[in-house]
């Protein structure tokens, strides 16, 4: 039978686990060494980038950084989650505060640590990146429209440090680094919309609190329809393989998002149309494997040709 201590100690594991997100963390890194084999660097054999020290590295990396930025984000967020999420909050509040930010420390000094075996590239890329989410968490978020578009911006900046490492610069990636941000920024807006009362409590700028909400499914609504934009490359100008049918069944999802959320009035509608659009990104993630190396390698011969 387990201890008193025993079990004190895997609560509070439990609780880390509950503030880090664990579970979006290997998603992350899933979509890192995916991306990396069927999209950055599909000229390179898939056991090679899976056995390259330094990617594995930067994943690592990755993952640590956006763990720690969970941290420092639940450490400023602490009264606001007691509003919008009590149930997590409570799970949450059983690892103190002091801990929870010299793990935050810990983790960073590791981070870097790490890069400076691949270059100082690397060391100031992540350098950057810890700042980023530190300065977003202390001040960028409660402001409006920024705060929405850097959480975006650091959601797919992980995916650029694999690009600056495979070098490949061509103009598929950034459409599918478009629409991802574009997915994400608008869910950031749905959680500003989820998450209105604790927003209003602790004096967050965002859309809903000064301007209300129909404002903010006009936005929404107007972000949703650009998204036609970078699925239009990617599905008619570039050839990703079998991946067209992601992007096509993401636009019909999408479609059934926007019906939804004109109806949506309580917390529990965007918790729902919060969790639809998580369902497009992840499934986004599992869908890289359709797209055929060799169309890339062929697409990416003809941009370095010109």
Not at 4 to 29: D, H, M, P, Q
Not at 141 to 165: C, D, S
Not at 177 to 182: D, I, P
Not at 243 to 248: E, Q, R
Request: with cysteine; hydrophobic share 55%; charged share 15%.
């Amino acid at each position: 039978m387990l201890t008193r201590k025993s079990k004190l100690f895997l609560t509070k594991i439990f609780s880390f686990f509950s503030v880090v997100r664990g579970y979006n963390i290997w998603v992350i890194a899933l979509a890192q060494y995916l991306s990396a084999i069927y999209i950055l660097a599909p000229e390179e054999r898939a056991m090679n980038i899976l056995l390259d020290w330094k990617m594995f590295l930067i994943v690592l990396s990755s993952s640590l950084t956006i763990a720690s930025g969970y941290i420092i984000n639940n450490f400023y967020d602490a009264k606001k989650d007691l509003i919008n999420r009590p149930k997590k909050a409570m799970i949450d509040r059983l690892v103190s505060q002091s801990t929870k930010l010299k793990v935050y420390f810990a983790i960073n000094f590791l981070v870097v640590t790490l890069v400076s075996f691949i270059s100082w590239k690397a060391v100031l890329f992540f350098s950057s990146y810890i700042f980023l989410i530190w300065y977003y968490s202390h001040k960028l978020k409660k402001q409006i429209i920024i705060g929405n578009l850097t959480a975006a911006v650091l959601a797919v900046l992980p995916f650029f440090g694999i690009l600056m490492y495979y070098r490949n610069f061509y103009q598929v990636i950034f459409a599918h680094a478009t629409f991802l941000f574009l997915i994400i920024f608008i869910r950031e807006l749905i959680k500003d919309l989820e998450n209105i009362e604790g927003d209003l409590a602790n004096e967050y700028k965002t859309i809903p609190v000064l301007f209300g909400e129909y404002t903010s499914k006009v936005i929404i609504s107007i972000i949703t329809t650009l998204t036609i934009i970078p699925v239009y490359f990617l599905t008619d100008i570039y050839d990703v393989g079998y991946m067209d049918i992601y992007f096509y069944t993401s636009l019909i999802f999408l479609v059934f998002f926007l019906l939804k959320l004109w109806k949506s009035k309580e917390k529990t509608d965007y918790l729902k149309l919060h969790f639809l659009l998580k369902f497009i990104i992840v499934s986004g993630v599992f869908c890289i494997i359709l797209i055929d190396p060799l169309v890339l390698i062929h697409g990416k011969k003809l941009i370095s040709s010109y």
